[in-house]
């Protein structure tokens, strides 16, 4: 089997669409098997069938996961364990956004980016590492945003549970390599993305997505928005024995907007 990830088995959350849907089609046609988890099992079925066409059958699985439900993860792992053969990758891709300064963002919208920010990736991380620790050498990529290294006015409650992703993630780092496992630990934070996300800043602004998309553009300064594919090829380098050297590391995909 040739691939930058042959032979390996991915668990990629959140991934029904957008940037988790791009990540778990590149792992697969890369050589990993793949078992895509969302709360919209419909979709995360649909993209496993998708995959399934297009690499073959039993490639791609598909299961209904809540990602701050810790009973949600141990049927998880349990599904990785059994379906997979075991957990090499794990892609902590499910987020949220959540709208609101820090007058008006409510507590309920708060701890809800929270849960699903940083609660899944605590809960999928420590739940996963010991099936992990069985099938070395492991990876595990955390999405985080470029917001959680660059703040804005607006947005308290997304800055904050992306910022607490990327220090989770150092720890983690830190803790494997101690233990002396070949485990890594790697954050990815991207900028502005062509997904369904934009779709609710656009609604809440009231604004045609086209007309968000250009006001977002004109602040990278590549001066377009991100694609999925292009987040996704970042997570698998880290996903892959390439990136073999790199842990507790930041991987910005931002057209260029940190260095401003």
């Known amino acids: 089997m040739k691939g930058r990830v042959a032979g390996k088995c991915a ?64 049927t998880a792992i349990d599904a990785a364990r059994e379906q997979l053969g075991g957990l090499s990758i794990l892609v902590n891709n499910a987020g949220i956004g959540a709208g609101g300064n820090i007058e008006n963002c409510s507590f309920a919208d708060w701890k809800r980016s929270f849960a699903v920010n940083v609660d899944s990736a605590f809960l999928g991380t420590q739940n996963a590492l010991p099936l992990m620790k069985e099938h070395q050498p492991g990876s595990i990529v955390n999405i985080s945003s470029i917001a959680g290294l660059i703040a804005s006015d607006a947005m308290p409650a997304y800055n904050a549970s992306k910022a607490a992703i990327w220090m989770l993630t150092k720890s983690v780092a830190l803790y494997c390599a101690k233990q002396k496992w070949n485990i890594r630990c790697n954050s990815v934070h991207p900028t502005f993305v062509d997904t369904p996300i934009l779709d609710g ?60």
């Open 201 to 260: 800043i656009g609604a809440r602004a009231g604004l045609e997505k086209e007309v968000v998309m250009g006001k977002l553009a004109r602040q990278i300064p590549l001066g377009r928005i991100g694609r999925p594919e292009e987040v996704a090829q970042g997570v698998l380098y880290l996903a892959s024995d390439e990136s073999s050297f790199m842990t507790g590391a930041e991987l910005k995909l931002d057209g260029g907007i940190s260095a401003m």
């Open 11 to 74: 668990l990629v959350t959140g991934a029904a669409q957008g940037l988790g849907a791009a990540q778990a089609r590149l792992l697969a046609a890369e050589g990993a098997r793949v078992l895509i988890t969302d709360l919209n099992e419909a979709g995360a079925k649909a993209v496993a069938d998708e995959i399934n066409a297009a690499q073959g059958r039993g490639s791609a699985f598909a299961l209904r996961h809540d990602v701050t439900s810790e009973a949600d993860w141990r």
